[in-house]
């Protein structure tokens, strides 16, 4: 067999060698063949499978947004500017260490706080430094990783005390798959993440194909969106001013295929915009603001309107990218030529 047909083979040329990959680390670290060094996927030997989840489930190999969509919210995807929301709303962490820590809202760490105190869910994977416990997560791949004294690295939260910390930490979405894929795939933990949305897209895709040696992406019990206008984490010795490239690319500002999306509340300093999604994100958001841990406003409707032109130019940017990637003004690379999602990225224009 061709070594082009192996799946870890094609994910190099199709994405990593293509300037495709944001490096999300979906593919990195439950994988003995393929790890994260110095901001970049590397290959690390020679896997012959053809399929593999690696290339399956990367959110920057073919994706069907009509099927994901459907998948997660029971609808083909949406035309509208910030996808499917069931409600917009201005909320805060009641608790203003939470907001002192983020620097903002906090709500999506008083979110998962909440869920985990409730016991909604048993265990958060995120983003700890490399030196603080790792409570039993191993890469399988260390060699690849990043090893310096203060690097990122996998943590599994379930102590409620770890979590604001964590994610209010400026790499706190840089091993968040890292640590999704080290947990033992016998684990039915019930687990509550905070990512970017090309980690939204990578868990959302696994849920539609699960992988036999990871734990089950339906363990995920709870997934918030952080908006992303462009890659905000650092890897070891990566330049600060260079935003990855692949970015460019990349068409989801608020994580339309989350349960609930949040970002920093447009001139509203220690607010969060936050965008419910799912029946999951209803019950976890409701429950926290009864249960007192967040505070909630109705969004005004200058701030949606904000977010609706910066969700769209944040489309028909990637739109213009892809068609120009491609040289064809109807095929998306990896977001393929359906007509409809074509039309629907464009707003429906
Ligand atoms: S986008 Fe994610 S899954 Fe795809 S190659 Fe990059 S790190 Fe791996
Ligand atoms: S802009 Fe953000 S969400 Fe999009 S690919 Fe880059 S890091 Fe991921």
Request: net charge positive.
């Amino acid at each position: 067999m061709e070594t082009q047909a192996y799946a870890s083979f094609k994910l190099r040329a199709d994405v990593i060698d293509g300037g495709l990959c944001p490096l999300c680390g979906g593919c990195a670290a439950g994988c003995p063949y393929l790890g994260e060094h110095n901001g970049r996927i590397v290959q690390l030997d020679c896997c012959t499978l053809p399929e593999g989840s690696c290339y399956s489930n990367c959110p920057r190999t073919p994706t069907d947004l009509d099927e994901l969509s459907r998948s997660v919210l029971g609808e083909p995807f949406s035309p509208d500017d910030l996808g499917i929301v069931k409600g917009g709303y201005l909320a805060q962490a009641t608790d203003p260490e939470t907001r002192a820590a983020a620097g903002g809202g906090g709500v999506a760490a008083a979110l998962l706080r909440f869920s985990l105190e409730q016991g909604a869910i048993d265990a958060i994977p995120g983003t700890g430094l490399d030196g603080e416990g790792h409570e039993g997560l191993r890469l399988r791949n260390l060699a690849a990783s990043s090893r310096s004294s203060g690097a990122p690295t996998p943590v599994l939260m379930s102590d409620a005390a770890a979590v604001v910390a964590h994610l209010s930490a400026p790499h706190r979405f840089a091993r968040v798959l890292a640590a999704f894929n080290s947990i033992p795939k016998e684990s039915s933990a019930k687990l509550g993440m905070a990512c970017l949305p090309c980690q939204v897209a990578s868990l959302r895709k696994r849920t539609g194909n699960p992988v036999g040696s990871r734990v089950d992406a339906r363990n995920v019990k709870l997934l918030i969106a952080e908006f992303c206008a462009t890659k905000r984490w650092l890897e070891p010795g990566e330049d600060r001013q260079v935003a990855n490239k692949a970015c460019s690319f990349c068409w989801d500002l608020t994580g339309e295929l989350a349960d609930i999306s949040v970002g920093s509340a447009r001139g509203q300093q220690d607010w969060n915009t936050v965008f419910v999604r799912t029946e999951a994100g209803r019950r976890a958001f409701e429950a926290a603001r009864k249960g007192g841990a967040l505070e909630v406003k109705p969004l005004p409707a200058d701030n949606l309107a904000q977010e609706k032109k910066a969700s769209r130019d944040k489309k028909l940017r990637a739109v213009r990218n892809l068609t120009t990637l491609t040289g064809k003004q109807d095929d998306l690379a990896y977001l393929g030529a359906s007509p409809r999602v074509v039309k629907a990225l464009q707003g429906g224009v």
